[in-house]
């Protein structure tokens, strides 16, 4: 399985985005997919998951109610819609698919980047 993370760019606080993670592979309906992101000097952090078969998501707290995780199988393609963008909200995006028997994640796209000026 292969991802592509797209979607970023510069936008003011306030603003929506939405960012895209397509796969290749047919295994890539089976795995949950989260995304994370990374801020320069803090720890990466899990932003919200979705199960292989849908369902409600989990979201971090800090995102919880501005962002919004859907998935499409059938298009491989797992979004995260992201309104009421904050400055702290800029950062590296990842998404990773959840394949590893200890729950890990083994799959990542290559990131995009968000940022928020205010």
């Known amino acids: 399985v292969q991802l592509q993370a797209s979607g970023g760019g510069l936008v003011q606080a306030g603003d929506s985005l939405t960012l895209s993670c397509t796969a290749s592979?047919?295994?890539?309906?089976?795995?949950?997919v989260a995304w994370f992101r990374r801020t320069p000097g803090k720890e990466r952090e899990i932003v919200g998951r979705?199960?292989?078969?849908?369902?409600?998501?989990y979201y971090a707290d800090a995102v919880k109610g501005r962002f919004t995780i859907s998935r499409d199988n059938s298009k491989k393609t797992v979004l995260l819609q992201m309104n009421s963008l904050k400055p702290e909200d800029t950062a590296v995006y990842y998404c990773?698919?959840?394949?590893?028997?200890?729950?890990?994640?083994?799959?990542w796209g290559q990131g995009t980047q968000v940022t928020v000026s205010s």
């Open positions: 990773a698919a959840q394949n590893l028997p200890d729950g890990s994640y083994g799959y």
């Open positions: 592979g047919r295994s890539f309906s089976s795995y949950s």
């Open positions: 979705i199960r292989w078969s849908g369902g409600e998501p």
